[in-house]
């Protein structure tokens, strides 16, 4: 069974920083783990639909952002710890949004969130201006 749980969460002011951590365990239905898994974060703001932010490969070799949060955050991957960041910077109030983390067990690295398998419950992130 897989298990993934962020952490990071929290309140930050404009401008300010944060790092998010997803860690996984278990194995997927295929019998894989995480080091095998591509990685994404997603995040829904309150009235909004769940929107992707950041996806990594299993190798770290691919990487895509959102067009909004490019070159204010950084997805990175520890296999070793079976550990995924979202660094955050220059945080903005539209960033404010619960944000989660998600594995995608497919041969390819996608933006789309009806691509992946598991989910995380989720962390808040709360910009005040």
């Known amino acids: 069974q897989v298990q993934l749980v962020e952490s990071g969460g929290g309140l930050v002011q404009a401008g300010g920083s944060l790092r998010l951590s997803c860690a996984a365990s278990?194995?997927?239905?295929?019998?894989?783990?995480?080091?095998?898994?591509?990685m994404g974060w997603f995040r829904q703001a309150p009235g909004k639909e769940r929107e992707f932010v950041a996806a990594?490969?299993?190798?770290?070799?691919?990487?895509y952002y959102a067009d909004s949060v490019k070159g204010r955050f950084t997805i990175s991957r520890d296999n070793g710890k079976k550990t995924v960041y979202l660094q955050m910077n220059s945080l903005k109030p539209e960033d404010t949004a619960v944000y989660y983390c998600?594995?995608?067990?497919?041969?390819?690295?996608?933006?789309?969130?009806?691509?992946?398998?598991?989910w995380g419950q989720g962390t808040q992130v709360t910009v005040s201006s």
């Open positions: 990594i490969s299993w190798s770290g070799g691919s990487i």
């Open positions: 278990g194995r997927s239905s295929s019998g894989r783990t995480s080091s095998s898994w591509s």
């Open positions: 998600a594995a995608d067990q497919g041969a390819f690295t996608t933006t789309r969130a009806s691509m992946y398998d598991y």
